[in-house]
């Protein structure tokens, strides 16, 4: 913005003049989950409803920027696989690095690319991953995804009429080079329930000998603390706080 022709305050409003701010992208789709690379933050993604809606097709896309945000791509690898013989919203996506992303949704429909999400003519840029069978019915849902740098992935999976759970496996060595999509059920895998419905959001940090969850559910916001042992010997949940709203 122009000097002197703005304000900005992070406890109020913000006030940005006419033709200040540049479109760089308009999706014809509704944006429900960006990731934003955290250690390459040129690197994002974007997902979320299909863009043309039934009665038997549900066409989807992915959106990607290797730029940070000055321009994005519209990827369309998802065209004619199985994730568009439904009303599927993709909800939850991560950015690992400058190859690896991971981007999931309702029923447990998960893809994941290993070169930046560039399609190429040999192969498709983005892959399916299989979660268990189980899982893969209308009250499933993925709503958060957190990877470690021990590339363990942390699913924040909702169910309809049940507690929301984490669901957590081990990601293959090889999956920089596979095009040919993978089961979460051949790797080392897990879950441990919450103690509430309505899993929303979640983000992680490591240490030494742990992996921490900030994960927001239901009416709380929590930590959980899980050991990084193979598979985990423990999750405890720690600092939890009731969220409040005002409407």
Request: aromatic fraction near 14%; avoid cysteine; charge should be negative.
């Amino acid at each position: 913005p122009m000097t002197d022709s703005y304000a900005f305050d992070v406890n109020g409003p913000i006030h940005v003049n006419n033709g200040e701010l540049t479109i760089t992208s308009q999706s014809n789709f509704e944006i429900l989950a960006i990731s934003v690379g955290k250690l390459q933050s040129n690197y994002s993604v974007a997902v979320g409803t299909p863009y043309t809606i039934g009665p038997s097709s549900y066409k989807q896309k992915i959106l990607y920027t290797l730029n940070g945000g000055e321009t994005w791509t519209e990827n369309y690898d998802l065209s004619g696989t199985t994730i568009e013989n439904a009303n599927i919203y993709l909800r939850a996506a991560f950015v690992y690095d400058s190859s690896l992303s991971i981007v999931a949704g309702d029923r447990a429909f998960a893809f994941y690319t290993y070169n930046g999400g560039l399609a190429t003519s040999a192969a498709k840029a983005w892959q399916s991953i299989s979660f268990p069978n189980y899982m893969q019915n209308s009250n499933y849902s993925i709503k958060s995804i957190y990877i470690n740098n021990l590339k363990r992935l942390f699913a924040g999976i909702d169910v309809s009429g049940s507690n929301s759970f984490i669901y957590w496996f081990d990601l293959a060595p090889n999956i920089y080079t596979d095009n040919n999509g993978f089961s979460t059920t051949s790797l080392t895998n897990g879950l441990f329930t919450l103690d509430a419905s309505g899993i929303t959001a979640m983000d992680g940090f490591i240490n030494d000998t742990n992996t921490g969850l900030w994960i927001t559910y239901g009416s709380n916001i929590a930590l959980i603390n899980i050991d990084n042992s193979t598979p985990p010997a423990s999750q405890t949940i720690t600092q939890k706080r009731s969220l409040y709203s005002y409407k």
